[in-house]
């Protein structure tokens, strides 16, 4: 499974950025997908997540100022970012859960990251 990024960059504050993130390959069934992002000196932490069924989980540190959501037919998660605040300049990572069937079960796979900046 391939998981490829686009929509980072430079954005200001309280500027916005759309990122999506699109799924390809062998996928039985695209369970949860979601985004987490990575400062330098930082620990990788989620974001935002999205079951199959479109249940969302969110930061405390962005919920209100960022929507995760979810295309199923095509494999497609985006994160919507508003009201940018520098302390979301991270790399952002792509995430998901995928099913194989039930010889190869499951399998968690991870996108090649985005840069945002945010900054005047």
């Known amino acids: 499974v391939q998981l490829v990024e686009s929509g980072g960059g430079l954005a200001q504050p309280g500027g916005s950025l759309r990122l999506s993130c699109a799924a390809s390959g062998n996928i039985f069934r695209m369970d949860a997908m979601g985004w987490y992002r990575q400062a330098p000196g930082q620990e990788r932490e989620l974001v935002a997540d999205i079951s199959e069924g479109g249940y969302t989980n969110y930061a405390n540190s962005v919920k209100g100022r960022f929507t995760i959501s979810r295309d199923n037919a095509k494999n497609t998660v985006y994160l919507e970012m508003n009201s940018l605040k520098p302390e979301d300049a991270a790399v952002y990572y792509c995430?998901?859960?995928?099913?194989?069937?039930?010889?190869?079960?499951?399998?968690?796979?991870w996108g090649q990251g985005t840069q945002v900046t945010v900054s005047s």
């Open positions: 995430y998901a859960k995928v099913y194989h069937g039930w010889r190869k079960g499951t399998g968690n796979y």
